[in-house]
């Protein structure tokens, strides 16, 4: 989210007025090395001092736009009616939506419901997929209008000429948290090592989870498998390129950006057989059906076996970030002042 961030900053038009709402953040407890600590903090920034400081800006003349929306509760404290909020993907919500299949604590689902409050009250919303839109006009909170398709763009680094990461690796590239699939990924890599001899995986952007650690000791995969964290787009890139595969194991996305950066890096992609997966991936991805260990082994064994160097995506020019500001901004100038 970090990312939209900076390149909607960084493409805005040159005439528009753009102020940074955002506060310096707190810590109350986040000296402390605990990771409850720092959970308290995030709790107090974005449910105490956000609000305060976004309730200060009332008298702004103009539009306040919420990058993530799981922020979207911030849309309680600004004027209705000048607020646009930006919904990567439902998940956030199932706790709500589907209570059946996504169980949570009490508290958690009230923190939630003010935060779909928030979202409904936005007199836009945007998203990146045709299906994230018609999942929230399925919701009916709004207008057909105020939903708007604005798919996220590829940043310059992502190109396929330039350095390459060494060795024989498979790369997996986002978090580690539950809706990726995780375990997917590691029991698909373990058929895979058994088959191709010398093939490690690399993950990167996550934190293994202490049942996924579990998982990997299991599987004996410790000495094949590494984990990149924090890395710039120039590195991120350079592992692309160098990738046998990017796999990509979730079982839900809002759309997959990295589908699209290592397709721009000229890299073969086995993705799960989800609709946003396919918009962003289109005919170059290998599909492979959610949650299905021996599947997505398929998958990848099949883009290992290709030896043919992958077609540029004929949607890559659609997918810049200036072209994701540009829609933006033009959807709030539509509406005035």
Not at 29 to 46: H, M, V
Not at 223 to 236: D, F, I
Not at 274 to 302: M, V
């Amino acid at each position: 989210m970090d990312l939209c961030a900076d390149m909607l900053i960084k493409y805005a038009p040159a005439e528009t007025e753009l102020e940074i709402g955002l506060p310096k953040y707190r810590k109350i407890l986040g000296y402390l090395p605990s990771k409850k600590a720092i959970n308290f903090d995030r709790w107090f920034n974005r449910w105490k001092v956000y609000p305060g400081h976004l309730e200060k800006l009332w008298s702004w003349r103009g539009h306040f736009h919420i990058v993530d929306h799981s922020y979207a509760h911030l849309a309680n404290h600004l004027p209705k009616g000048s607020v646009g909020v930006y919904c990567h993907d439902l998940d956030a919500f199932r706790c709500i939506l589907e209570p059946e299949t996504e169980r949570r604590p009490e508290w958690f689902q009230k923190m939630m419901e003010k935060v779909l409050e928030g979202l409904i009250r936005a007199r836009l919303v945007f998203c990146s997929t045709d299906m994230t839109r018609k999942k929230l006009m399925e919701l009916g909170y709004w207008k057909p209008e105020s939903i708007q398709v604005v798919p996220y763009g590829v940043a310059e680094e992502f190109i396929a000429e330039g350095p390459r990461e060494s060795g024989n690796y498979i790369l997996h590239v986002g978090s580690c948290i539950p809706r990726k699939r995780i375990d997917v990924l590691l029991k698909a890599f373990n058929q895979i090592a058994k088959k191709f001899s010398g093939m490690n995986l690399i993950q990167a952007g996550g934190s293994f989870s202490g049942e996924q650690k579990r998982l990997i000791r299991d599987l004996g995969l410790g000495n094949r498998l590494s984990q990149r964290r924090n890395l710039s787009r120039v590195e991120l890139a350079r592992l692309y390129r160098g990738a046998r595969c990017l796999v990509i194991s979730s079982e839900a996305e809002g759309f997959g950006l990295p589908v699209i950066e290592g397709l721009a890096c000229g890299t073969k992609v086995a993705a799960s057989d989800l609709p946003t997966l396919r918009e962003a991936g289109g005919s170059l991805a290998c599909y492979f059906a959610p949650g299905d260990p021996a599947a997505c082994a398929d998958a990848i064994a099949i883009c290992l076996a290709d030896s043919t160097i992958p077609v540029p995506h004929n949607r890559l020019p659609e997918w810049t970030w200036a072209r994701h500001a540009s829609g933006i901004f033009r959807a709030y100038g539509s509406l005035g002042v």
